[in-house]
């Protein structure tokens, strides 16, 4: 396979998680509440999803991708529920939330695969599990070049999401929540019904990013390592991307292009003429992310009441 068919592959499916974690928290933002859990819920997204392989390895590929794809989601969306009920009932503060939520999942995912691993009387329990033949079912070739069916999916959910967002009652509702609470409950609008959608929604999509991420990676996954700050990648593509999902989809082929260069870089004799140190190049996404916001970030306008807990007759 050539250097540039390689880096376009990569490109695209790191772009893809990127979309769609981003995309559940540009849901959750447009509520009204701030989603900095994100990488807890990607690392208990793959857990699902792992489990789901690991569980099941005998699927039909097409039943091996929707049981896969909803134990992500359902881990997904369960372990979003303690920002929703902290953020919109307590009234807690949802930065502390979220890295709390980002400190748990990887704590809490290593104790569940290392207990399964323990209960099969693995002699030297680890926190890997593996899932080398199930991963085929995701992956086409189209000549030297291998499709992953979710460079297609996150596609699919990003034109959903648009069409969501901007055609429909429930997008411009959520929209309303997250800008003036107290205008929109005044119409006769559940403000707590559409923070709750919007938190469960970024569960749901963030799970699924957990999945696409653990599949684009190796055959196994040591959950000690978490998703490498994919979480908060995510995070900066939303800022980027001015929280509007057609300019999400762009920053995320932005961000998945300078990661993928970290995996690819040593077919480019022009590279490795430079004799840059590899950290240097996996760093990449990470040094951009720090760029874009520095001279981005104060431009870019985040709902009004994001972040402001919703009291219910509060002017």
Known sequence: MSTFLLLLEYTLIFSSVLMLVALGGCYSEHSGVINIGLEGIMVMGALGGALVM?????????????????????????????????????????????????M?????????????????????????????????????????????????????????????????????????????????????????????????????????????????????????????????LAMAVMIFGQYRPLRIGVSALLFGFFRALGNVYTGFNFLVALNIPSTIYNMLPYIVCLLVLTFTSKNSRAPKADGIPYEKGQR
């Open 54 to 102: 690991n569980i099941f390895p005998g699927l039909s590929p097409v039943m091996m991708i929707l049981a896969v794809m909803a134990g992500s989601m359902l881990c997904g969306v369960l372990y979003s529920t303690l920002l929703g009920f902290s953020a919109i009932h307590l009234k807690a503060d949802q930065t502390i939330i979220g890295t709390a939520m980002n």
């Open 104 to 232: 748990l999942a990887i704590a809490l995912a290593t104790i569940i695969v290392k207990s399964i691993n323990m209960a099969g009387n693995a002699s030297n329990p680890t926190s890997i599990l593996q899932y080398i033949e199930q991963k085929k079912a995701f992956i086409v070739k189209i000549g030297t070049f291998e499709f992953n069916w979710f460079m297609l999916i996150a596609i699919i959910i990003l034109i959903i999401g648009y069409i969501v967002m901007y055609k429909t009652r429930f997008g411009l509702r959520l929209q309303a929540c997250g800008e003036f609470p107290q205008a929109a409950a005044s119409v006769g609008i559940d403000v707590y019904k559409m923070r709750w959608a919007g938190v469960l929604i970024s569960g749901l999509l963030g799970g699924l990013g957990g999945l696409v991420y653990i599949i684009a990676g190796v055959s196994e996954w040591k959950f000690e390592n978490g998703v490498a700050g994919f979480g908060f």
